[in-house]
């Protein structure tokens, strides 16, 4: 397993920001979706976040839910997407699972952190899972040695972003905007002081996400955090492509724009 | 209505400092939402210990909203069943159910801290119509979310959230239902929390919901009680709600929870049958896990992918549970069983022929509840929360039972009893 760390360590040797690229599991289907996160690590995406498809996803805007919909309605299992895990791990890229947190609860939080340990994930992201409720969770992640990145967000008081930085491992997902994933036009001004904020109480890096889908939002973002978090820009990517072939394409072609962009920031 | 957040018996009533019921509650949520959720919880603490506060939500109700409402002696029912029931009569509220004494609490919060816009889910609409109702009442902005499909099958009540100056966003991803309707209502939250509060339709969700909400609706049980004994000198045997979300139920219980000889029924919805997959009974069929922000019962599938519910019944076609319901459940003060469609619309029919009350059919659950009840009980007193009237149920009923046309024909009878309370196993 390649720790996040090591991707961290070695971005930051290099004097940049990292990409972090999400798709979800099962989308188009589970050969798809492997195959569409290995395209976007030999294009340049530095940790690779799985996302776990769930039928309510709170935090998502149309584009993923979109995504994850079908991806359940092709019949997507919990272990489809550890499978999944294992496949992108085997790059050598660091591999998260984003996931709500009932599929979580109902496979056994110890099994999923074994599991996911075997499969050579790095850790989890836990958007509707915070570090109040997360004390089964912070254990199983302990004792396999397992990433644990919660979100904070502009809302965050100064006491809850110690609070939830110091439970972190890995990095910190700072959600750059009040709202829910998508591809917006402008980068947010709330990201830069949130990142600022963040820093201030935690020595983990940290990572910007919610709406960055081009190189020049990318070179923004990455001008103040030490990674750009990309989600819903890749999505669209393979749903607006005419097929797969051209899907894994524009996939490339993406991935080739933002990692620019967190070299220019 | 308590003057304050009742912690003085976590066992019972609860919750504790963090939301839970026991193992149920408590607050998974997006971090976007934590300070939103705090700023409301204290907000809501501080407004119960001002006697301000309280005594216009009082005054509210009382002169707005039509409360207390009616405890009425069903002797006509009580005849047919054996029993002696008696019918909280929430249907007869503005608007027509237990709703408006949520609403009007939770507008009254939003009011107090200065917000200005309310967002709400709907499944029939109820909800919907009574935070509409309550925004135009106290000048507030409020847009509600309503799954596609029940803004088709609940048309009348759309029209009556517009005509009250509402935004109804018909929400089409998922299921298209409730379920979805509040996942949407939580993404427009996290974006707009500045000035918007969501006003949550039902004892279910994070904490300070299944809380608050039920204080706001507790005046049921609180006025039950106090007219029950005054009606017929002693406590009831038995009460009997649905539970759909569980707040009318939850609104109910809260008084007799500490009554050892009280025995505590909820009724969910049963569908077509616990034994097919077209059913909302999710405490009885049900496995814990997380929905909507709390630890509770959930119809989810082996992988924890929420499960579409059924019921006849909108309100009550919710594939989670309040927390407080779960550990009541857990714990054994309360009991929850299935009513099927059919046991429902059977109780629908004979409370409209043998008293003249048409109920909403997620009550026709508790009424169909409260029959089979009387079977095992005969002579007993069961108070039943009547928590809506049916008047939106009429397309629903018209399907069901061939109305609407005169015909030579004549018109269906109501099912006998024992019917009934085969229907409900």
Redesign the interface.
């Given at each position: 397993m390649t720790s996040t760390a090591d991707a961290f360590a070695r971005t930051r040797e290099e004097g940049r920001a990292a990409l972090v690229g999400y798709l979800p599991a099962g989308f188009p289907d589970v050969a798809g979706s492997i195959e569409a996160m290995r395209t976007m690590v030999d294009s340049g995406c530095d940790v690779i976040e799985v996302g776990l498809p769930?039928?309510?996803?709170?935090?998502d805007?149309?584009t993923i839910?979109a995504a994850a919909?079908r991806a359940?309605e092709g019949g997507i299992?919990?272990r489809d997407v550890l499978r999944t895990v294992e496949a992108v791990a085997a790059t050598g890229t660091p591999t998260v699972v984003m996931t709500y947190?009932?599929?979580?609860?109902?496979?056994g939080v110890e099994r999923f952190a074994a599991d996911l340990a075997g499969a050579g994930g790095a850790g989890l992201i836990t958007?509707?899972?915070?570090p109040?409720?997360g004390e089964e969770w912070i254990a199983a992640a302990d004792s396999h040695d397992l990433d644990k990145i919660?979100?904070?967000?502009?809302?965050?008081?100064d006491e809850?972003l110690r609070y939830?930085a110091d439970a972190c491992r890995g990095f910190v997902y700072a959600?750059a905007?009040?709202?829910?994933t998508g591809a917006r036009t402008s980068t947010s001004d709330l990201a830069g002081p949130l990142v600022a904020r963040t820093r201030a109480v935690t020595d983990l890096p940290v990572g910007v996400g919610l709406g960055v889908s081009s190189g020049e939002q990318a070179a923004e973002v990455a001008a103040f955090a030490d990674a750009v978090i990309v989600g819903s820009a890749f999505v669209r990517a393979l749903l607006d492509a005419e097929d797969r072939s051209a899907g894994l394409k524009a996939l490339a072609v993406l991935t080739e724009d933002l990692a620019s962009g967190v070299r220019r920031g | 209505m308590s003057t304050t957040p009742t912690l003085d018996e976590p066992d019972v009533n609860g919750p504790d400092e963090?939301g839970r019921f026991g193992d149920f509650g408590?607050?998974?949520?997006?971090?976007?939402?934590?300070?939103?959720l705090d700023e409301l919880t204290a907000a809501w603490h501080e407004a119960m210990a001002d006697e301000a506060f309280t005594a216009e939500f009082q005054r509210m109700l009382r002169e707005y909203a039509g409360v207390p409402s009616l405890l009425y002696d069903a002797t006509k029912l009580s005849e047919r069943a054996g029993a002696r029931i008696l019918l909280k009569r929430e249907d007869l509220n503005h608007t027509g159910a237990h709703k408006i004494r949520n609403v009007l609490g939770q507008a009254l919060l939003t009011k107090r801290m200065g917000k200005t816009r309310m967002i709400a889910e709907t499944g029939a609409g109820q909800h919907g119509v009574a935070t509409a109702t309550a925004a135009a009442y106290l000048g507030l902005d409020c847009t509600v979310y309503m799954g596609e499909l029940d803004t088709e099958r609940q048309a009348l009540n759309v029209a009556r959230m517009q005509l009250l100056g509402a935004e109804v966003i018909p929400v089409s991803?998922?299921s298209r239902t409730l379920?979805?309707a509040i996942?949407e209502a939580?993404?427009d939250w996290?974006?707009?929390?500045?000035r918007t509060a969501y006003c949550f339709g039902t004892a279910a969700g994070p904490h300070p919901f299944p809380a608050m909400v039920r204080d706001f609706c507790r005046g049921i049980g609180d006025e039950a009680r106090a007219q029950c004994l005054e009606l017929t000198g002693a406590l009831p045997d038995s009460v009997v709600a649905c539970v759909g979300g569980g707040s009318n139920a939850i609104g109910l219980f809260t008084a007799f929870l500490q009554d050892e000889s009280v025995d505590v029924f909820g009724f969910e919805a049963g569908g077509d049958g616990v034994d097919t997959e077209r059913h909302a009974a999710t405490i009885w069929a049900g496995e814990v896990?997380?929905?909507?922000?709390a630890r509770t019962y959930?119809l989810?599938d082996?992988?924890?992918?929420?499960v579409e519910s059924h019921s006849i019944s909108a309100g009550l076609d919710y594939p989670g549970v309040g927390p407080q319901h779960a550990h009541l459940a857990h714990i054994g003060r309360a009991t929850y069983r299935p009513v099927t469609d059919t046991a429902a619309m059977d109780a629908m029919a004979l409370l409209a022929r043998t008293e003249g009350i048409i109920p909403a059919i997620e009550s026709a659950h508790a009424v169909a509840g409260a029959m089979e009840l009387a079977r095992e009980r005969p002579g007993s007193t069961i108070l039943v929360n009547l928590s809506g009237r049916g008047d939106k149920d009429m397309g629903t009923a018209i399907e069901w039972f061939g109305l609407g046309q005169a015909s030579s024909d004549g018109t269906p009878e109501p099912a006998t009893e024992e019917q009934i309370a085969e229907g409900a196993k």
């Open positions: 769930y039928s309510d996803p709170v935090m805007g149309p839910q919909q359940l299992r919990t947190w009932n599929p979580v609860e109902r496979y958007p509707d899972l915070t109040d409720s919660f979100l904070v967000a502009p809302s965050s008081t809850r939830t959600t905007v009040m709202g829910v | 963090r408590g607050r998974f949520m997006p971090e976007a939402l934590m300070a939103a991803s998922g379920k979805d996942n939580i993404r996290v974006a707009s929390v500045d896990g997380v929905l909507h922000g959930v989810q082996e992988d924890g992918q929420t």
